[in-house]
């Protein structure tokens, strides 16, 4: 029974404290293997906390605290087959949440940042893309996340080229 004011006794006092594991040394070049030292990939690059696995199939961004150091190189708990499904899967999750936010009067730019229209409306697979001088119907496969936005890969003159020869002739 305890007695408030009364401490208990401390085990292991005498103790040495446990070793900190060595801080993984994650830098561009350097090899990354699975806990079994199986070949994962390379660090393509490390940005802040970040560092990006280039696996030969994909590139993966993973925070640098999920790696330990060993004396063969860096070691991170997931096999190759493992960071490339997660990669993949994670890949197609943002695709799919980017085509959902597909948006009547959503812009649309080129690949450069130059205006190419506005999205008019958006049916099934296809989108609705109004220019100044033209309509086009395009796949929703033929616009891409850009880094302000969607984009596709064609300026608004060559849009609107392509959706006037496309057009039924007059008359």
């Not at 130059?114 to 099934?124: F, K, L, N, Q």
């Not at 100044?132 to 969607?150: D, F, M, R, V, Y």
Request: hydrophobic share 50%; glycine share 12%.
């Amino acid at each position: 029974m305890l007695t408030a004011g009364v401490a208990a006794p401390a085990f292991a006092q005498g103790a040495p404290a446990a070793a900190a594991p060595a801080k993984a040394n994650v830098t561009a070049g350097a090899a990354v293997m699975d806990a079994k030292g199986g070949a994962v990939g390379t660090i393509a690059s490390v940005t802040g906390d970040m560092a990006v696995i280039d696996t030969g199939v994909v590139k993966a961004s993973v925070p640098t605290s999920a790696f330990a150091q060993s004396d063969k190189g860096l070691l991170i708990g997931m096999t190759k087959v493992e960071l490339e499904a997660a990669a993949q899967g994670a890949a197609a999750s943002a695709q799919q949440q980017f085509l959902a936010s597909l948006k009547p009067g959503t812009a649309v730019s080129d690949q450069n940042g130059g205006a190419v229209g506005t999205i008019e409306a958006v049916e099934g697979d296809l989108v609705t893309l109004a220019t100044p001088n033209a309509k086009a119907k395009l796949p929703k496969s033929a616009i891409a996340q850009g880094p302000n936005g969607p984009i596709i890969g064609m300026t608004q003159a060559q849009l609107e080229a392509a959706a006037k020869g496309s057009a039924p002739p007059a008359g």
